[in-house]
Structure formats: structure tokens, C-alpha cells
Nanobody
């Protein structure tokens, strides 16, 4: 089992920044990649960014490229999502998730094994 705890969400004005954290505990050796997902009411969770825990290769969806940066600290079993130039459409709950293997699209939420409880991000204009 892997436990994930997100933090760092909050209320921010458009154009502002937030830094989300996702701390992992338990059987962290099971973690191959970590991703951040974004969810708004009535919609399915959408992948935003991902990073490998062995090789720090990251990927992003087009709408956040140049604004969001994902990083990781393996010594702390923690990943981060630096969110800059936030927009009202970035509002929602952000979840981190981990999976034990590659192969499936990193954007497929069904390929993830463990999820955190989420952290709320609210961007006001």
C-alpha cells in the first residue's frame, strides 16, 4: 500500500502562483510514476502532469505547458506541482496518483493504483 497526502492548495487571484505537494509513504518502492489530476464538479478527473520517480522525465497537457512545473524529491518521497500564472479555469480539486508501471497512457486515470485525498485550488479573477 502507498499513502499519498496532498497539500498546498488555496485561494489565489488570477496570475498568482501556488505550489502543491504530494508526500508518499508506505511501500514507496511500488511507485514508478506520479501524476497530478484536476477535477471540477461534474467532470472526470483529467491528467495535468506526470513525472518519473527513477528518471525525472515529465510531461504536461498543453493547457498548462509553460505555466506548471512538476518536480520530485526522492529522498523525501515527495513530488511538487509549481503552478504559475494561474487562471480561473485551473480551479478545482487536484489529486496526486501513483502507478507501478508504464505502458498505458499517463493520462489514463485507470492506470493509477493509489490516490491522495485531493487539495482544493480556487483561482478568482
Amino acid at each position: 500500500q502507498v499513502q499519498l497526502v496532498e497539500s498546498g492548495g488555496g485561494l489565489v487571484q488570477a496570475g498568482g502562483s501556488l505550489r502543491l505537494s504530494c508526500a508518499a509513504s508506505g511501500r514507496t518502492a511500488l511507485i514508478y510514476t506520479v501524476a497530478w489530476f484536476h477535477q471540477t464538479p461534474g467532470k472526470e478527473r483529467e491528467a495535468v502532469a506526470t513525472i518519473g520517480m527513477i528518471a525525472p522525465i515529465s510531461a504536461y497537457i498543453d493547457s498548462v505547458k509553460g505555466r506548471f512545473t512538476m518536480s520530485r524529491d526522492p529522498a523525501k518521497n515527495t513530488v511538487y506541482l509549481q503552478m504559475n500564472d494561474l487562471k480561473p479555469e485551473d480551479t478545482g480539486i487536484y489529486y496526486c496518483a501513483t502507478r507501478r508501471r508504464s505502458g498505458d497512457s499517463w493520462r489514463d486515470l485507470n492506470s493509477y493504483d493509489y490516490w491522495g485525498q485531493g487539495t482544493q485550488v480556487t483561482v478568482v479573477s
